[in-house]
């Protein structure tokens, strides 16, 4: 009985998730060799990436609708919360039609990077490129990729949102880099006032250039083509300030960029798909908000 059981639940994990994908087969872009410098896991969180990869969640073939969604998990850039967050949000996209790739990235740190700065954007860059490169094959609409993120991966998703004018990857091919949506979950936007600490030193270091905190302010990089964006915070947030959505938000305003804004009174961080304090549910939201804007027609 225990031996079925086993088999059952293998069977499961299988049918849920495909292999990962390697985002840099041929050799990770920005590495420095660090032999002694190691993925782990501390309580459930990775830490110390330097292979970034795809987790793969593909929706049901009737189900399927062509738009697809890179994941990006928090963890204050020192770790990723990928099965809290990432996973658990990839299964919920992956009900409504929608492929999701769990995108884990590579976590800023001077030993294994070049450019410490860079390495997140350059993962989110392939990301986009690679999914947009292999579309036909899964069938995805290239013009259906969006990008998601929780917390510090919701600066990564900014960042892709805001940056991708500048290829920082090679890209001779020239494909759009361009998310076509974001989801923001109580994300990082801002590297100067109003920043989560913890997140600005990890990325950038103990004594940042005014260059680049306001490079890195992703509010202020915010252009009218940027993708539209689909934010949810609460108000109470004691790790990330909820000015941080509001600032986004009305940049998006100023440029007119259509967005939408969920800020809830309550809920603190890090309440991944369910705030608990309120019955309103941010995931069917984003799903009418999807629905609204064309992403999950087939």
């Given amino acids: 009985i225990h031996l079925i059981l086993l088999l059952l639940t293998l069977s499961q994990i ?12 041929d050799g990770v872009p920005n590495s420095k060799q660090s032999p002694d410098y190691k993925e782990t896991i501390v309580n459930g969180r990775t830490r110390m990436v330097t292979d970034p990869e795809l987790l793969p969640f593909f929706p049901e ?13 928090g963890g204050s850039y020192i770790q990723l ?3 809290s967050e990432a996973v658990a949000a990839a299964k919920k996209f992956n009900e409504i039609g929608v492929t999701a790739f769990v995108l884990k990235y590579r976590l800023p740190s001077d030993i294994s990077m070049i450019d410490k700065s860079m390495g997140p954007l350059q993962d989110a860059q392939r990301s986009i490129q690679l999914i947009r490169q292999r579309a036909a094959g ?5 013009a259906k990729v969006g990008i998601v993120g929780f917390s ?26 361009r998310p076509d949506f974001m989801v923001l979950l109580y994300p990082v936007i801002s590297m100067g006032e109003y920043a989560h600490k913890t997140s600005v030193l990890n990325l950038l270091g103990a004594n940042p250039s005014q260059e680049m905190i306001d490079l890195y302010s992703n509010q202020k990089q915010v252009k009218p ?3 539209i964006a689909f934010i949810v915070q609460a108000e109470d947030d004691p790790t990330v300030p909820v000015q941080n959505s509001l600032m986004f938000y009305n940049a998006l305003l100023a440029n007119k960029v259509q967005a939408q804004l969920i800020i809830y009174p309550h809920g603190g ?20 908000w999807l629905q609204t804007n064309g992403f999950l027609t087939k």
């Fill in 14 to 25: 299988t049918f849920a998730q495909e292999a990962p994908i390697k985002l840099f087969p």
């Fill in 61 to 73: 073939k009737d189900k399927a609708n062509g738009t697809a969604v890179i994941i990006c998990p």
């Fill in 81 to 83: 919360a990928i099965n």
């Fill in 138 to 142: 899964w069938g995805i609409n290239p």
């Fill in 152 to 177: 510090s991966g919701g600066h990564v998703a900014s960042s892709a949102g805001t940056h991708f004018e500048k290829a920082v990857i090679d890209n001779k091919d020239n494909i759009s880099l």
């Fill in 225 to 227: 083509n940027t993708p």
């Fill in 269 to 288: 961080h890090g309440f991944g798909l369910v705030n608990r304090t309120t019955k309103d549910y941010w995931f069917d939201s984003a799903t009418n």
